[in-house]
């Protein structure tokens, strides 16, 4: 396990928007595959890979990100040394919150930066949910002699936007790098997650902010490739993109494919997530699942299938779920019939109600609605 | 060191020999339960819901699980900087050494820990039972009674009564006699084995038995009739909501079946009284296009292509496709292959089960691992740690054991391994 690296999340993605659902929290906080919010595996995959000293940059609605990695224990990143920063904006009294400039937010990492003592830093963006370890990736960098290395795979723009298509020559280094282009050059498509020294990432921010600039973004990085050598890793598991409510359905259904399930969940090492202590899930006399993933809590009285349900949802009798996503707290009363529908956490369904998405369109229920 | 006016211990170091291969290798309160728990949670969930901070766990036989599981008392909100969850195994000491000789010599032994904390009061636990209590409005009973001791007692069937420690106690609840499993019994109240004690009552009682070279050092059998003897002042408090002892093979199954038949029973989902407990690091349950699950508890890493009937599922089980599994209790990594049919079965820890093994009151006859002082109602206990050979018969009542010799042709067990 490679001990030598620092992780930097960059928890939110101002590019992307995932409606309802993206609107209380952070892009990484929100909730996916049942039991897990997106951070959960890049934090995981991070821990895994023996990284002891994780940065997580936000900069807007972190509230609900914070009450979910707390201190940092549910990943063992409660530790004296290093462990867990939540990396918020450095709001001075002449920034109000709402014009928050983004050098308060570089400030922060570069600070965070300075004070750990690793020869590389990961960073990784706040859309990305694979299992993995980084050790061939910081091998494979080593060995390449580059000053940045990038991790892609070959799902070209299949998650829509936003997608960076990048062009390597034959040495594996990038030459180019499209940003949503409308006929890729290469279904090589960057997963957003780097490694680089962290002594150059420090020079990278601090020259970035001398020019002026206030944000600061993986592929900003990435576009150095003329002046920085810049290597592909190809990573070849399962890796998938949020990238909007399309795509988060998407991801979200490919769960119940067996290889997924498998790739993501239990060929690796386990993906750590907050402790709920919920009951078990009770199915009762007439339940009926068919090709479901189901957590914990939950009361199962009605019929779901092809579906994601998250923790302690009810599903009432005479009611139908199919192709839909359930988070948290969420009560589907009687005689129900809802298709393609996501339903954020603590959404109430009232007896009766019929709700039919398009799987390419699917109905999305804010947090707390009531239907 | 930690101070408290209250402190808990739980008696957890028997090895609840009733259970057969159950507690081969781990102690009784460290045996899962439920789908989520193990039967510890329970008393500890409650101390910590009770706000009872400082809670030691006595533990002796087979620790190893029991002390893992319970760690550093994270699960339970009980890793405080000045209280916590307390591991107490037997010590060496510089005079004369023992193991705990029973349960009152296990709290006499910690009698040094109990002084450090300086409490008024010590609420005595057991670790095999299945209720949610709080302890805190015993202790309030206990005050304002003004009593040395209060024992919580539970009003049990008439018939039932034989198999109890039953109080006799008067019209004010002042308890008068202590018996343990009455032939004739004068009152239907049993002892939980749950205790409130004024410290320092208790300190000087725990002292005086250790004295008395002909007593068991029980709780029940000699520290209360001498605190009774002494002129004491003993009180019954009435607990009405749901109690368990899990203490053999057919009242643990028949308890974890509750969970499914009388839900609001127990109440699980009650947030205002969780149940804690060390969550296993496993994604959500799977429910194959194929699985068929009904009336059962599942939870985490579970993954089901079978049949599964009113069963209760620990952790990470596989059911696969075909096999039928229907009123039992499989506990964490259980696999059940295809076209096995199960009923009445508790598995054990990762065991194996083949193809189309049939186990269950539906196989009549006995065969070389009938146990009927373990085993009752038909059900079938599994050891950890088995590979159960394909198409093997297995009649109610059986205990697979990997310590029983039995020929090569009868044996059900292919191989063994380490979970």
């Known amino acids: ?221 990435v576009k150095m490739y003329d002046e920085l050598k810049v290597h592909g890793f190809e990573y070849g598991g399962t890796a998938l993109r949020i990238n909007n409510v399309h795509s988060y359905f998407r991801s979200s259904m490919s769960l119940l494919n067996e290889g997924v399930r498998n790739d993501l969940f239990w060929s690796g090492e386990p993906i750590y997530t907050k402790v709920k202590d919920e009951a078990p899930t009770l199915y009762f006399d007439n ?49 129900c019939h809802l298709e393609n529908v996501i339903l954020d956490k603590n ?5 009766g109600v019929r709700l039919v998405g398009h799987p390419d369109y699917p109905i999305v229920i804010g947090k707390g609605a009531g239907i | 060191m930690a101070k408290a006016e209250v402190v808990a211990m739980i008696l957890a170091g028997g090895q609840g020999a009733r259970l057969g291969v159950l507690t081969k290798k781990i102690a009784k309160p460290a045996v899962p339960f439920g789908s989520r728990y193990r039967i510890i949670d329970f008393p500890l969930s409650n101390c910590v819901n009770s706000g009872i901070e400082i809670v030691g766990v006595l533990s002796q036989y087979q620790p190893l699980a029991l002390n893992t599981y319970v760690g550093n008392g994270h699960p339970w909100d009980l890793d405080r900087q000045n209280a916590g969850a307390y591991i107490l195994p037997p010590f060496q000491k510089s ?42 409005a015993m202790l309030k009973s206990h005050i304002e009674r003004g009593a040395d001791a209060t024992v919580a007692v539970y009003e049990v069937p008439w018939e039932e009564a034989p198999r109890f420690g039953i109080l006799n106690t008067e019209g004010d609840d002042s308890i008068v006699e202590f018996e343990e499993k009455p032939a004739k019994p004068k009152s239907n109240l049993a002892s939980m084995g749950v205790y409130v004690f004024t410290w320092d009552v208790l300190r000087e009682a725990l002292i005086k038995d250790e004295a008395d070279e002909n007593s068991n050092n029980d709780f029940g059998k000699n520290i209360i009739p001498m605190l009774l003897a002494d002129g004491r002042k003993l009180f019954a408090y009435r607990f009405a909501g749901y109690w368990k002892d899990v203490g053999t093979i057919s009242s643990l199954w028949e308890t974890n079946m509750d969970i499914l038949d009388k839900p609001e029973d127990i109440n699980l989902v009650d947030r205002s009284w969780r149940i804690f407990s060390r969550n296993p690091v496993k994604p959500s349950q799977y429910i194959g296009s194929e699985g068929k699950v009904t009336n059962s508890a ?96 297995i009649p109610g009542n059986s205990m697979i054991d990997s310590d029983i010799e039995v020929s090569d042709e009868e044996s059900v067990i292919e191989s063994t391994f380490r979970v």
């Open chain 1, 1 to 221: 396990m490679f001990n030598n690296a620092m992780g930097l999340i960059l928890a939110d993605n101002k590019k992307i928007s995932l409606g309802e659902l993206s609107n209380p929290r952070a892009l990484s906080a929100v909730p996916f595959g049942g039991r897990y919010r997106i951070i959960d595996f890049m934090l995981s995959d991070m821990v895994n890979s023996g990284i002891k000293n994780v940065g997580v940059l936000t900069y807007n609605k972190y509230k609900s990100l914070m009450d979910h990695v707390g201190t940092g224990a549910a990943w063992s990143l409660d530790r004296k040394n290093d462990g867990l920063h939540i990396l918020p904006p450095y709001v001075n009294s002449e920034a109000t919150a709402a014009n928050v400039q983004g050098d308060e937010e570089l400030t922060g990492v570069l600070d965070f930066l300075r004070q750990s003592r690793t020869t590389y830093v990961i960073i990784s963006a706040a859309n990305v949910v694979l299992n993995t370890t980084f050790d061939e990736f910081i091998k494979s960098h080593e060995q390449s002699g580059a000053d940045i290395s990038v991790m892609y795979n070959r799902d070209g723009i299949k998650f829509g936007s936003p997608s960076y298509i990048l062009e390597l020559d034959d040495d594996g280094f990038v030459k180019d790098m499209l940003y949503n282009p409308p006929k890729p050059v290469s279904n090589k498509c960057s997963l957003g997650i780097l490694v680089l020294r962290r002594d150059l990432l420090i020079d990278i921010i601090a020259r970035q902010m001398s020019h002026g600039k206030t944000h600061f973004g993986i592929h900003s990085i």
């Open chain 1, 287 to 335: 339940a009926d699942a068919k090709n479901c993933i189901v957590s914990d809590g939950c009361r199962i009285y009605g019929r779901i299938e092809e579906s994601v349900i998250f923790r302690s949802v009810t599903v009432s009798k005479n009611t139908t779920l199919k192709n839909c996503v359930v988070m948290q707290d969420v009560h589907i009363s009687e005689n």
């Open chain 1, 347 to 351: 959404a109430f369904v009232r007896p």
């Open chain 2, 95 to 136: 005079g004369k050494s023992d193991w705990y000789k029973g349960t009152a010599n296990a709290i006499y032994q910690n009698k040094d820990f109990l002084d450090d904390c300086n409490p008024k009061y010590v609420v005595i636990l057991s670790g095999d039972h299945i209720y949610k209590m709080d302890y805190s």
């Open chain 2, 298 to 393: 599942l939870t985490d890493g579970c993954r089901i292509y079978g049949d599964v009937i009113h069963s209760v599922l620990s952790n990470s089980v596989v059911v696969e496709k075909g096999a039928v599994v229907k009123d039992c209790v499989l506990l964490p990594g259980v696999v059940v292959k295809a076209g096995a049919h199960l009923e009445r079965c508790i598995v054990d820890f990762g065991t194996i089960i083949g193809e189309n093994v049939k186990a269950g009151p539906s196989v009549t006859g006995e065969g070389p691992y009938t146990n009927h002082k373990i085993c009752s109602e038909g059900i079938v206990v599994f050891e950890r740690g088995l590979r159960i050979k394909a198409d093997s018969v």
